[in-house]
């Protein structure tokens, strides 16, 4: 009879979260077998297939962290957010690259967050950690998490709830924006007087 294995100890094995291992059960990339009342088993000849020294897994070993704020004044509440997910990664000793922005959620032009992106498609790339998932975007975030599955990274968030400080970091974000758009119209406006003046 062949050895079969609990999800919880076939993500200890593989370093991934259960969760991660039902969608690789839905898309095929993993073989699971039912118990006959309905649980997922994952037969030992799985596990040894994705740990195989020639399989891509096994290169992977770092873990990307990423942290944000919106605006300056939460600066110091960005430094322990950046402490709470480094202790997370440290615990699970995981070799982690650290990201972190001060910009408003709802822009994607932020300069660490591009820099992860293009971490992401890296072959040593195994996982991106968040502590909510409104730190990687306020809008958008399933198009991230797809993103990276089609990497083979997973997605942990180590908060499932909703940030404390939401609706202050949501005013603060529609608050960047107009002051952003309106430097923008204003400038434009300048430089269109300082022409017309020049013409006159």
Known sequence: MRELLTLSKTSKILGVTTKTLRNWDKQGKIKTERTPGGHRRIPVSEIERLTNGNNQEDK???????????????????ERQVGRVLEYC??????????????????????????LLKRIS?????????????????????????FCESYG????ILQEGED?????????????????????????????????????
């Open 60 to 78: 992977r070993e770092t873990t990307l962290a990423y942290c944000r704020c919106s605006t300056q004044k939460q600066k110091e509440n960005l």
């Open 90 to 115: 440290n615990k699970n000793e995981w070799k982690t690259d650290l990201f972190k922005d001060i910009g408003s959620g709802l822009n994607e032009n932020r300069k660490e967050y591009k820099k």
């Open 122 to 146: 890296c072959e040593d790339v195994k996982r991106v950690v968040v502590e909510f998932k409104d730190r990687i975007a306020r809008h958008g975030f399933i198009t991230f998490q797809r």
């Open 153 to 156: 990274v997973e997605v942990l």
């Open 164 to 200: 404390k400080t939401f609706e202050q970091e949501l005013a603060d974000d529609m608050l960047s924006l107009i002051a952003s758009y309106s430097a923008r119209y204003y400038g434009r406006r300048g430089g269109r007087k300082k022409k017309n003046a020049k013409n006159n």
